[in-house]
């Protein structure tokens, strides 16, 4: 400090000399602020765990989801299914780099974001991105991948509610189309903000909240995508189901999983994979890591009980597939509140969810008679409404939750649980709108452009041998 202040006192002596004391000896007061403030700098702990987490989703896409899958198809259509996972996986991968991310994380306007990232521009290996706590940064790089799983796992989730009778040069335009229009604009509402030193004050705090999306800043909470990610897929799904209609032999023959044994190997990669998808998206390498690692682990337990449990009572016997299913619906239930809530609450949404997403693939789909192939919509976009709707309740740090952080009085906010489930039922509402709605158009263009649906004698071969030219097995 001795040669600052040394500089410091010459400044104002020079200042003094040519009349404009004041005026010097505060440039000189700001250059000492400069020079004692440290030059953020990204944490090694915290860009190793991202590095590990951005891994871990990848395994959840490939090969977690397209197993998870592809064992629930006829042995005609695996092939079709790890293809259609695969090659969505890899196109959205280039899409979020050439303009996905600047859209989703860039400032515009609520419902979409700006251009000046397109192509990566201006990001190097010293770019930083927010965390959650002042002060502390990742590579922005990271960040960029990190983001790029999720953009590119969402797309393959809603393959599964037509999967076995849809083309495949269908799917992918549709993805393009979807992802551009309903993907990145709720990734930009829920979760672009400024990152938390903006909110220094009352009045900074009010003005970067301004920038930030439109659900951010209806206060809706989602950790790690039950919106971005469930919600917006399943409903995806259910509008696909039902615009390309039903399987041929729906409900006439046996269109049972030909590979209960790859389900479930998908269902524990995706299991496994899921860490990194949840306590990747705290950012940091902290306590709040391993609350979110164990609400994880407890809800997905939690639900497949209750699913294996409710399917032997209503059934007479508990099946594999209803395990491996009953744990996926755990993991999207917990997703948007493994934050905020308690271990306890995890495990009740976890009970919830299970119960809830077995009905909605049995009695619901049945009542309602819509083809949703692998139940993309029953466990994604059902279970995505419980945990969503449920953030606001296990939220609360009367039962167990963390509560809302307050940047500006840096400690828990005041908590009001009908507030917070309003603020979430402002998540859910716009996000089953604005997929509908999207992914109908989207679905309508696709049809007249390319058409939907293989003919009756594809879907009848299988799509292996008629869209790809191969077959998953040889007798």
């Not at 505060?26 to 400069?34: C, E, G, H, K, M």
């Not at 259609?84 to 989703?104: D, E, K, N, R, T």
């Not at 971005?228 to 409903?235: D, E, K, L, P, R």
């Not at 755990?330 to 509140?337: H, M, N």
Request: hydrophobic letters at 55%; aromatic letters at 12%; glycine letters at 12%.
């Amino acid at each position: 400090m001795k040669p600052l202040l040394t500089t410091f006192i010459l400044l104002a002596l020079l200042g003094f000399a040519e009349s404009s004391f004041a005026e010097s000896a505060a440039d000189a007061l700001s250059a000492i602020v400069a020079a004692v403030t440290p030059t953020p700098v990204a944490n090694k702990g915290d860009t190793a765990w991202m590095i590990m987490a951005t891994v871990l989703v990848i395994l959840m896409v490939i090969p977690g989801l397209a197993l998870f899958y592809g064992g629930m198809v006829r042995a005609k259509n695996m092939l079709s299914i790890l293809m259609q996972v695969f090659v969505i996986f890899s196109m959205m991968a280039l899409l979020w780099a050439i303009y996905g991310y600047s859209i989703a994380f860039t400032e515009g306007n609520a419902f979409f974001g700006g251009l000046s990232k397109l192509f990566l521009k201006g990001i190097t290996p010293d770019s930083l991105a927010a965390t959650f706590s002042k002060g502390v940064y990742i590579p922005e790089y990271i960040y960029v991948a990190f983001q790029l799983t999720f953009a590119a796992i969402t797309p393959a989730l809603i393959v599964g509610a037509f999967a076995e009778r849809i083309k495949f040069s269908a799917v992918l335009l549709f993805t393009v189309l979807w992802f551009t229009f309903s993907y990145l604009p709720m990734a930009h509402m829920v979760w672009y903000w400024t990152g938390p030193d903006a909110y220094t004050d009352a009045s900074a705090a009010e003005a970067a909240s301004a920038t930030a999306g439109f659900l951010f800043q209806k206060g809706a909470l989602d950790f790690a995508g039950g919106t971005v990610v469930h919600i917006n897929a399943g409903i995806a799904g259910l509008i696909g189901c039902l615009m390309i209609g039903k399987r041929i032999g729906y409900r006439k023959e046996s269109l049972a999983p030909h590979s209960v044994t790859m389900t479930m190997i998908g269902a524990s990669l995706l299991w496994v994979g899921w860490f990194g998808f949840n306590v990747g998206s705290n950012l940091e390498a902290n306590g709040l890591a391993g609350l979110v690692f164990i609400n994880t682990l407890l809800a997905s337990a939690a639900a497949t009980l209750a699913w294996v449990g409710a399917e032997w009572l209503l059934r007479g016997k508990p099946s594999m597939l209803g395990g491996a299913s009953g744990a996926v619906a755990g993991l999207v239930a917990i997703t948007p509140a493994c934050g905020w809530s308690g271990p306890m609450g995890a495990i009740f949404l976890g009970l919830v969810a299970g119960a809830v997403c077995f009905w909605a693939v049995t009695v619901l789909k049945s009542m309602l008679g819509y083809d949703d192939s692998l139940d993309a919509f029953g466990v994604h976009g059902i279970g995505g409404i419980v945990g969503a709707l449920g953030t606001g309740i296990v939220a609360s740090p009367a039962l167990g939750g963390t509560g809302v952080w307050d940047y500006v009085a840096n400690g828990v906010a005041e908590y009001s649980m009908i507030g917070q489930v309003t603020s979430q039922a402002w998540g859910v509402g716009l996000c089953i709108i604005w997929s509908g709605a999207v992914s109908f158009i989207a679905y309508r263009i696709v049809d007249m452009v390319i058409g939907l649906r293989v003919s009756e004698e594809v879907e009848r071969v299988g799509l292996d041998v008629s869209e790809h030219g191969e077959t998953a097995y040889h007798n």
